[in-house]
């Protein structure tokens, strides 16, 4: 099943994709704030910025994203990971999330962190295997936010 998921970096022909996906949890969960609603229709402006985003792909069709974003000269913010409700349990995000670790290490990052909320059970439990910790952080810009974690990269 997984072999049929490819992850690509972004270009602008996702960029609905992104903002779909992500507005979808979002809505799910939470509410839209003006820094989602930003973020979501300029992702451009993560990667002007030094950030990546990327895109996995099943039969050609965007199934989920992620982002990082690029906070100081080593540290990148990990964000905005959705997958497809449709999509879900495949490992998807769990491909995103290494592909993006993998890169950041190819671009130089000591530290990734991400802001989280501890009622995504299965996003905290991936973000755990995948050897984040919880750390306290300062707030954060989004009102969702109850958990902080990082992982420093070797």
Known sequence: MMSEIDIVEYSPSYQLS??????????????????????????????????LIFVALKDNEAVGVCALRKMSVDTYEFSKMAVSENFQGLGIGRKLAASAIDKAKQVGAKRIYLEGNTKLEASIHLYKKLGFKEISGPPSKYKRVNIVMEMFLS
């Open 18 to 51: 992104f903002k779909e996906l992500n507005e979808a949890w979002i809505q799910k969960y939470f509410e839209l704030e003006e820094e989602d609603i930003s973020t979501l229709n300029h992702p451009e402006k993560i990667i002007a910025q030094g950030g």
